[in-house]
């Protein structure tokens, strides 16, 4: 229990509580430092995106390339390809489900907010696409060239951007996501939209599970075993990850469930579940999806265009790849894409930010749990393409 006191989700939850409260009983006067500090803490996120890109995509890609073989690119395009999946499936469902929410667009009668007292614009050093694209090119360059100094310079310039987020970006957190729903409170659409707020996770979270379904059902068909004596041995996995929402933190006993199944190949496990941890983000991906269109419909009263939503999967499949080790991690790599794309503003980067991290914990465990299935079908791959066990740890390597 003291552990969790000290705890991201704990902090986040305070901060919306602090938050809700405030803007119930804030003046005019109270909530416009409330909106100025927003401002501020909104232009410091912003500004550390396109570092977020450049610092754990370019990176990725060395790590990939510098080891390229046929096994880890299977791994690699099957992450992808359920990823990728699992967003165009939600978004589907969310053209189809979020217009019957219980979600209140008349917004004519909210309180205004004040105006920020003073503006810190602080602009990125370059735009979302023109960051991906250089890392992108500057990660594959580097390993077209057999670059090894420039590569373990990008591994550092991960691990420094890892500490930004760490250290500046978790900590402003909770307070971005106070004044967002002090905000939000304040103007009267929480109370409007809490309903919304809990169909949404309850949604997500069904999503999940049959998401996992399909893929455990598809693992089984290629693989030609039995997906039960996978799945059946997730339990502590499963729970392990909603308490730490860290797929690193749950590797170990990921590793020890998916050791149980006899239907598993070792080698493949001992290959698979450790890079499937950090590459396969199909659950996280799910709920943002989900969650960026319910909170496009309930800021800005309409659902982004279909072509925009299906840009935005593609590329947030890349971004899973080279999310941050951390809770939320796949969400604040991807805000980028979230501003650039979606074109949200503050309200909106916020409020998908609180939401998210409010549930991140399940969408982890589904990562986790699905984790299996891939490696179900690295283990159909190997046997049906005859990969001999020192193949598949030179994979590994």
């Known amino acids: 229990m003291k552990k969790f006191f000290h705890s991201l989700p704990f902090f986040l939850i305070s901060g919306i509580l602090v938050g809700v409260f405030c803007g119930f009983v804030f003046t005019e006067g109270q909530m416009r430092v409330v909106v100025t500090l927003q401002y501020i803490l909104g232009q410091l996120i912003n500004f550390c995106v396109p570092l977020i890109i450049i610092g754990f995509i370019a990176p990725s890609i060395t790590k990939l390339g510098a080891h390229a073989s046929r096994l880890l690119g299977v791994a690699v395009l099957i992450a992808y390809s359920s990823s990728v999946g699992a967003a165009l499936f939600s978004t589907g469902a969310g053209y189809a489900l979020i217009p019957h929410l219980a979600i209140d667009n008349n917004m004519t009668d909210l309180i205004p907010l004040p105006a920020v007292a003073f503006e810190l614009n602080i602009p990125p050093i370059m735009n979302v696409m023109s960051a991906l694209v250089l890392s992108v090119l500057v990660g594959l360059a580097a390993t077209w060239t057999h670059s090894q100094h420039f590569i373990d310079l990008l591994c550092e310039f991960q691990e420094i951007v890892l500490s930004i987020v760490s250290k500046i970006v978790i900590p402003v957190l909770p307070f971005y996501i106070a004044a967002t729903f002090c905000s939000l409170s304040y103007q009267g659409i929480l109370t409007r939209q809490l309903p919304a707020f809990l169909q949404v996770i309850l949604l997500v979270m069904v999503g999940h599970f049959i998401w996992m379904t399909l893929l455990y059902f598809l693992a089984g068909s290629y693989a030609h075993k039995n997906p039960l004596e996978v799945v059946r041995h997730y339990g502590p996995a499963y729970l392990t990850a909603v308490g730490t929402m860290s797929s690193a933190a749950t590797l170990g006993v990921a590793l020890e469930s998916a050791r149980k199944s006899r239907v598993l190949r070792k080698d493949m496990v001992s290959f698979g579940i ?116 020192d193949e598949a740890q030179a994979s590994s390597l």
């Open 274 to 389: 450790p890079l499937f941890a950090n590459i396969h983000l199909c659950g996280s991906v799910l709920t943002e999806v989900f969650f960026v269109m319910t909170v496009s419909k309930i800021l800005y009263n309409e659902l982004p265009a279909p072509g925009t939503m299906i840009l935005f999967c593609l590329l947030l499949g890349i971004f899973a790849i080279g999310a941050p080790g951390v809770p939320g991690g796949t969400v604040m790599a991807s805000l980028g894409l979230i501003t650039g794309i979606l074109l949200f503003h503050n309200d909106g980067t916020g409020l998908m930010m609180a939401i998210f991290a409010l549930q991140d914990s399940f969408g982890t465990a589904c990562n986790v749990t699905g984790d299996g299935a891939l490696t179900l079908m690295l283990t159909g791959y190997a046997d049906r393409h005859h990969i001999t066990q």
